[in-house]
Structures are given as C-alpha cells and as structure tokens.
C-alpha cells in the first residue's frame, strides 16, 4: 500500500516554542492531506484539509493563526504549532489521499508532542 | 451529541471468542462507512469498509443499518493479535472527511 512519513515521530519542547511537523507521501502524489489531532482516550478529531497550491481549510474550533498548514509540493505538507502551550501536547497524525475514494486515505504514524 | 458513538469498553474475551462493537451516527447524511483499528500509540489502519448488504473477510463481518443509523462489527474466533482499538468511521457525501467514534478497546487474554 501507499506509505507516508512523518517527520518528528516525536518532539518535547518548551511552552512558548514553536514546532513544526512534516508529513510526506513517499511513493505517490497527493493533492489532498488532512491533519488530525488525537488526546488520550479521545477521537482523532480532524483539524484541517490542506489542498497543494492554497490555503488550508480548518475545522469549527482549530485556530488557523495557531495551526499553520502549508502544502508546498503534491509530497509535502507541513503542520507549524506556534507557541505551543502544554494543552497542545498530543498525538498529531497526518492522511493523504493517493486519488478518489476514502479508501485511497492512507496515515502516517503520527507525532507525538509533548509541551512541557 | 457525538456524531460516532461507540461503547469505549473494555472488552476483555478469551481467546476463541466472538465479539461484537456496535456504533451509531447522527447524520443521515452519512455516506460511507468503515471499520479502522488502532494499536496503542500508532495510527489508525483501515480494517473494513461496511456495505449495507453487509460483508465479511475472514473472522471479521460488518453490518450497516441505514435506517437505525447504526453499524456492527463481529470478530470471531478471537486471537490475541486482535488486541486494540476499533474505530468506526463515517465519511459524508461529497466530501473526503472521516469522523471518527472514539473507539471500543478489546483485549484478548489466553
């Protein structure tokens, strides 16, 4: 099946820093990703649909000015958390879709961000 | 109201056992269905889709009832790889979101 990366699998940082997470399709293009953000025991709950070549489009909730998405090539899109805060600390994972249909979305195996 | 929901267990079974997860959506604008699972601290897989006919691979059957908003899945014949978090999953007409339930958690014991 498709593969993709993400890059830090995981990261600890000072409150007030800013991270950024990549995540990569490595064996296909992807035009759409999406970003998720999963607490314990929680849902993965969506928080934007980054489509390459414009801006992202984020869920009732997610602060577009704090989760920076940019989707620079059909391989890459980057998830920028600025100034993060212990409550940001979570399990973020990214999907892209390799062409129409759910079933084309495949995961990446996700960051885990600890904001101390 | 949630727009998955789940019984988030756990559900401890023997091994051999069958088992079921139940789910329920709200919106009946809910289009397609999938059974996702997920292994402590990794990312979810997908493990089925779910037809309303209903469908089957191997030990694993999915059932879909449109009408109740409502979908099933059975594992029979237990094994302790099977241990982890099912997600059921919904997908909306027209677009490419997933919405996913929060999860039941099995675990198999010998």
């Not at chain 1, 801006?55 to 000015?65: H, I, N, P, R």
């Not at chain 2, 241990?83 to 099995?106: E, H, P």
Request: net charge neutral; with cysteine; proline share 4%.
């Amino acid at each position: 099946g498709a593969v993709v990366s993400q890059h830090p699998s995981w990261v600890i940082c000072k409150s007030g820093t800013s991270v950024k997470i990549e995540c990569r399709s490595l064996d296909f293009q992807a035009t759409t990703m999406f970003w998720y953000r999963q607490f314990p025991k929680q849902s993965l709950m969506l928080m934007a649909t980054s489509n390459e070549g414009s801006k992202a489009t984020y869920e009732q909730g997610v602060e577009k000015d704090k989760f920076l998405i940019n989707h620079a090539s059909l391989t890459l899109s980057t998830l920028t958390v600025t100034s993060a805060h212990p409550e940001d600390s979570s399990f973020y994972i990214c999907s892209a879709k390799s062409g129409r249909g759910v079933e084309t979305q495949y995961f990446g195996p996700g960051t885990r961000l600890l904001v101390l | 109201r949630k727009e998955v929901e789940q019984d988030p267990g756990p559900f401890n079974v023997p091994e051999g056992a069958t088992v079921a997860f139940n789910c329920t959506y709200s919106n009946s604008a809910s289009q397609s269905f999938f059974w996702y699972r997920q292994d402590c601290r990794k990312e979810p897989k997908l493990l089925m889709s779910v037809y309303s006919s209903g469908n089957e691979d191997g030990r694993f059957t999915a059932q879909l009832n449109r009408a109740s908003q409502y979908i099933s899945l059975l594992i029979r014949d237990s094994k302790l790889s099977d241990s982890a978090t099912y997600l059921c999953v919904v997908n909306f007409i027209d677009t490419d979101k997933l919405i996913f339930g929060t999860g039941t958690r099995l675990q198999v014991f010998p």
